[in-house]
Each structure stands twice: as structure tokens, then as C-alpha cells.
Nanobody
Framework: VQFVESGGGLEQPGGSLRLSCTDS????????MAWYRQTPGQQRELVAR???????KYADSVQGRFTISRNNARKTLYLQMNSLKPTDTAVYYC?????????WGQGTQVTVSS
């Protein structure tokens, strides 16, 4: 299993991006899933989490701006990111929560800059 993230890019402050993550092998529906992000020299941090029953939880820094969702039939996880800030610049990854160390993908780069 290795998750594949997509949807990142360069966006201006205040803009929006929608990230997607999928993997065809994982039994997606049985896991709580999460988005994480990492900047150079920093530890990877959990940004948003969605449980099996679609209960959600967010880091304080993104609360009210990001929305996590899942489509179990498509084995796809989403992250809608609105009102982007330069501090959101990072590589974004998805994984289960708690994360499986062998399942990290390449991530998708999000850069917020004018």
C-alpha cells in the first residue's frame, strides 16, 4: 500500500485548493484517515482527521478553513482548503490515523505565495 496524493500547486493567499488521496489496495472504509503536512526541518503534523463514521477533527491552525471528506466507494480522501495562508505552505500527505509508517506516499506540494 502506498497512498497517492494530488491536487497541490501554487496558490495566492486567500485562494483555494482541493487535495485528493487514493490507493486501490487498502480496505479504505475500515480506517480513520487523516491529512498531514510537513515543512523542511519540521516534524510531520496532523492537519485534519476523519473517522469511520465521518466524525472530523482539525488542527487549530486550519479550523474553519479546511474541510476533510472521504468517499469509501472510490477509496478517496479529500481536503478542501480555503482562505489559504502562506503558513499553509508544506508537503501534504495522507495516511491512516494512527499512521502506518509503511504507507506514506510522495505527498503533494502546496505553496501559498503572492
Amino acid at each position: 500500500v502506498q497512498f497517492v496524493e494530488s491536487g497541490g500547486g501554487l496558490e495566492q493567499p486567500g485562494g483555494s485548493l482541493r487535495l485528493s488521496c487514493t490507493d486501490s489496495e487498502v480496505n479504505f472504509s475500515v480506517y480513520a484517515m487523516a491529512w498531514y503536512r510537513q515543512t523542511p526541518g519540521q516534524q510531520r503534523e496532523l492537519v485534519a482527521r476523519i473517522g469511520r463514521r465521518e466524525n472530523t477533527k482539525y488542527a487549530d491552525s486550519v479550523q474553519g478553513r479546511f474541510t476533510i471528506s472521504r468517499n469509501n466507494a472510490r477509496k478517496t480522501l479529500y481536503l478542501q482548503m480555503n482562505s489559504l495562508k502562506p503558513t499553509d505552505t508544506a508537503v501534504y500527505y495522507c495516511n491512516t490515523d494512527p499512521s502506518d509508517p509503511g504507507w506514506w506516499g510522495q505527498g503533494t506540494q502546496v505553496t501559498v505565495s503572492s
